[in-house]
């Protein structure tokens, strides 16, 4: 029994982080991350329109393309028939889910490598981080990453085995991450080819080539079908089809958001000191697990730092990437501790366990204030500051406000549901959108019908007859305004109503919005 038991502690850190993901899900009446707002509307849209590419609430009359891939919201219409639910409590159902699935698919990979005690301490390790919040938020990102040390596992034993089923096993996981996330999957493509590179530079064995040709297959095979299917049955579908995957494909972003070195060691906490630890065991030993991990780790921390070679980031979004790879070697460096580290000075098992143990205490400590109430607003934060600005907040709409709240009702109560709403928060009218019946203008858009002094033929020609000022977004400069990242800021001696048409009209206010009619 205790053999069976020792078997399956791997499993312990997942189950852990399902129950502290449960304290916010069940503290907050919303999701935790403002990008739902992005996924819900998608579900609803696929929900009403079949399978299609483009939103036609946004940017009306000709409509918006869709700027994710499927799955992810798939899943969420998926929940909500199901369930009978909204796709908002969908999401708050997906989030104990995610924080497993994630923490125990890290879990696994490192007992596969390393062994049952580097299984149990990578999961609680993953959760030690402040990036723990990101593992809880429901998100493609998040749904895509469950897979990344499956897919980078199964590679491996293609390649130690030679055993061709694996490589198109991971083949499949990253034709599941494709669907799910676009950065997932460009971080994943680089991880595999940089291994196959380097390590088959190194071995000089054709395994690596045969596996990797194996691993792209599945969504290449897949594309060609899809690809020659439409061109074949529908032409005129197969060129939306052909520009929707243009617009996925795209994964650059308009500004620079680097970190400094110092907030690597906040964000990632203890997980470097036990990374250290196995690190050094790795590169002594030079297996091919380890050499797996070595580069893992090489790549992603060169990508948070692209920004040297003139290639925009948002690094703290890559640190959740970097801390799979380093939690796995983080738990075969506490392992190492564990089992063999001095152990004729240190021989007695009770002491080790009690060690051991402390370290998942602490780890679990830290899940556990990284996502309660007083801390999860300021643990870390993704949007709050606009990219390219250190001096401008933003106000966070996860969870949304009372204000918030207030604000779509009265849309839903008063909105005409058919004249589109401009505002200087680009945030809230992603929340508007997906929470009422009334069309927006996308961030573009918006910034640019401000921009342009709300020029009458732009508003008669894209349908804008709102206007929604978050009275939040303020400063004190010589400027009128500055527009930045999608959120207009408004000087706090700028007379806002002077811009607009001179038939505008408002209509209702609250503690933090202001709703003109354009």
């Known amino acids: ?50 399978l299609t590419f483009v939103d036609p609430m946004i940017n009306p009359p000709r409509g918006a393309p869709e700027l994710y891939p499927p799955l992810f919201s798939l899943v969420l219409v998926f929940l909500g028939s199901i369930l009978k639910i909204n796709y908002f409590l969908a999401a708050r159902i997906l989030q104990p889910i995610l924080a497993f699935s994630v923490v125990l698919s890290v879990s696994y990979v490192a007992k596969r ?101 194996l691993f792209l297959s599945i969504p290449l095979i897949c594309g060609l079908i899809v690809a020659a299917g439409a061109f074949l049955l529908v032409p005129t579908f197969a060129h939306k089809i052909l520009a929707y995957a243009l617009v996925l494909i795209k994964t650059s972003v308009p500004y620079n958001d680097p970190i400094s070195n110092s907030k690597y060691l906040v964000y990632l906490g ?76 240190f021989p007695s098992k009770k002491i080790r366990t009690i060690f051991l143990i402390s370290i998942f205490v602490i780890s679990t400590l830290f899940a556990l204030v990284t996502v309660t109430e007083s801390n999860y607003q300021i643990i870390p934060q993704y949007n709050s500051q606009p990219y390219g600005s250190a001096q401008l907040t933003v106000p966070q709409l996860a969870p949304p406000t009372l204000a918030d709240e207030e604000l779509a009702n009265w849309f839903n109560q008063y909105g005409d549901n058919k004249s589109a709403i401009v505002s200087n928060d680009y945030e809230t009218n992603l929340f508007l959108v997906s929470t009422t019946n009334q069309p927006i203008a996308n961030v573009q ?39 930045v990242s999608g959120f207009v800021y408004y000087n706090t001696n700028y007379n806002v109503t002077s811009s607009l048409p001179a038939n505008s009209q408002l209509l209702y206010q609250n503690q933090y919005y202001m709703v003109y009619k354009i």
């Open 1 to 50: 029994m205790k053999s069976k038991f020792c078997k399956y502690i791997w499993i312990i850190p997942a189950v852990v982080a399902f129950l502290i993901a449960l304290i916010p899900t069940l503290t907050y009446h919303w999701p935790l991350t403002v990008d739902i707002f992005v996924h819900v509307r998608a579900a609803e849209v696929f929900s009403h329109y079949g």
């Open 113 to 213: 490598f390393y062994g049952d005690i580097a299984g149990i301490s990578a999961g609680f390790l993953i959760m030690s981080s402040y990036l723990f919040t990101r593992l809880v938020s429901p998100l493609p990102e998040t749904m895509a990453i469950i897979f990344v040390p499956l897919a980078v596992y199964l590679y491996y034993q293609s390649i130690v085995t030679k055993k061709y089923k694996y490589a198109l096993m991971a083949s499949l996981l990253f034709l599941i991450i494709l669907l799910t996330h676009q950065s997932t999957t460009s971080l994943l493509f680089l991880i595999i080819t940089a291994i196959t590179v380097v390590l088959g530079i190194l071995k000089r064995d054709k395994i690596y080539l045969v596996s990797y040709a």
């Open 270 to 345: 203890i997980v470097l000191i036990f990374m250290i630890i196995g690190s050094i065991q790795a590169v002594k030993r030079r297996a091919t697990k380890d050499l797996f991990l070595i580069v893992w780790v090489i790549v992603i921390f060169l990508m948070s730092k692209s920004y040297w070679f003139g290639v925009n980031v948002y690094t703290i979004r890559l640190l959740v990437h970097l801390l799979l790879p380093l939690s796995i070697l983080g738990g075969m460096g506490l392992s190492y501790l564990y089992l063999n580290y001095k152990k004729a000075e």
């Open 445 to 483: 858009l918006s910034t640019y019908a401000i921009g342009r002094g709300f020029n009458s033929t732009i508003l008669e020609q894209k349908h804008i007859g709102y206007f929604v000022l978050d009275k939040r977004l303020v400063f004190s400069n010589i400027n009128k305004n500055i527009i």
